[in-house]
């Protein structure tokens, strides 16, 4: 793995494959000989990548820290931690990030390690069960899939019902929650996938609001 600076996030470093990193094994045993693992067609695990849900939430998180300084924070499906990491920069109080890949989990704590800050890590499914004691969630690319959106909604639900602030961030997905949203900002950040040198798209921040049915 290489330590680098995340794409439009020159403040923060994360360890990201490289040809040669062998993390193709994680996901195929067979090809483990194989080390051009390079590229989306190869299926690297993706807490090795910067996805654009969670770049542009941290680049907001960033360039405004008010928006978590002093507050206790989790980060939802954290992946490589980059939004936690960009909370605790920005001056949360405690930082939380939940993960459910035990490899995404080790990966949290050296890229936590590597920008010097401490960040907590639960490595079970947060969803199942009540809000944890925090006063914000992160969620940066919680909408890939049918089945991951319908296991998050009640979560977050359960967490605005709670009185928990709830932050997205999303390059536009297809399960993507649009009438829950309310846009906050929007950067262009690049997404995990784009090709190298095409022009990046506008990815946004929206803020996830309350269902009247939880109140």
């Given amino acids: 793995m ?9 403040e923060i470093r994360f360890y990201t494959a490289h040809p040669g990193s062998g993390l193709r094994r994680l996901v195929d045993p067979e090809n483990e000989g194989d080390a051009d693992d390079d590229g989306p067609e190869s299926q690297p695990p993706y807490w090795a990548y910067a996805w654009a849900g969670g770049a542009v939430l941290a680049r907001y998180i960033l360039d405004n820290p008010s928006t978590v300084a002093g507050r206790r924070v989790l980060d939802l499906g954290a992946g490589s ?46 969803t199942k069960g009540a809000p944890p004691a925090v006063d914000m969630v992160l969620a940066g690319d919680v ?24 932050l997205v961030g999303d390059p536009g997905r297809a399960y993507l929650p649009r009438s829950r949203l309310r846009l906050v900002a929007e950067y262009k950040v690049p997404d995990f996938g784009d090709a190298k040198g095409a022009a990046t798209k506008p990815s946004s921040v929206f803020r996830f609001e309350a269902d009247d049915r939880w109140r």
């Fill in 81 to 126: 931690g980059i939004v936690g990491i960009a909370a605790a920069k920005a001056g949360a109080r405690a930082v939380i990030a939940a993960e459910i890949d035990r490899n995404g989990v080790a990966a949290i704590g050296l890229n936590a390690a590597a920008n010097g800050v401490a960040i907590g890590v639960v490595g079970d499914d947060v």
């Fill in 2 to 10: 290489h330590l680098v600076p995340v794409p439009a996030l020159p």
């Fill in 143 to 166: 909408f890939y899939g049918q089945d991951v959106a319908r296991r998050v909604m009640p979560f977050l639900d359960r967490c605005r019902a709670a009185g928990i602030e709830v």
